[in-house]
Nanobody, 123 residues
Framework: VQLQASGGGLVQPGGSLRLSCAAS????????VGWFRQAPGKEREGFLC????????YYADSVRGRFTISRDNAKNTVYLQMNSLKPEDTAVYYC?????????????????WGQGTQVTVSS
């Protein structure tokens, strides 16, 4: 059972990135997947989740209108599209899923985590 987050990098303010969360060893089809981020010196923050049916739930107003989440069950992958990036979006980004199958913004509600991918927004 493994989740792998990828797609991070250095981007200028106002730019875009698409992160991927790929699962191996199990199927994401019937599970919700949440995205979290952790900036230096801050707690891990849950900000967006996609349910098994494809519905999305935002947990942070700071990303609403800029970030969207989608899933491709055929590829066993969830995507995070990040637009209009700001320096305050700089963090390590993690994807996670859990056996409950429900969306949540709380890290403790998730059982499996990807290794994280660094996103740096800077000019």
């Amino acid at each position: 059972v493994q989740l792998q987050a990828s797609g991070g990098g250095l981007v200028q303010p106002g730019g875009s990135l698409r992160l991927s969360c790929a699962a191996s060893g199990f199927t994401l089809r019937y599970l919700s997947v949440g995205w979290f981020r952790q900036a230096p010196g801050k707690e891990r923050e849950g900000f967006l989740c996609i349910s098994s049916s494809g519905g999305s739930t935002y947990y942070a107003d700071s990303v609403r209108g800029r970030f969207t989440i989608s899933r491709d069950n055929a590829k066993n992958t969830v995507y995070l599209q990040m637009n209009s990036l700001k320096p305050e979006d700089t963090a390590v980004y993690y994807c996670a899923t859990g056996e409950s199958g429900h969306c949540s913004g709380e890290p403790n509600d998730y059982d499996y985590w990807g290794q994280g991918t660094q996103v740096t927004v800077s000019s």
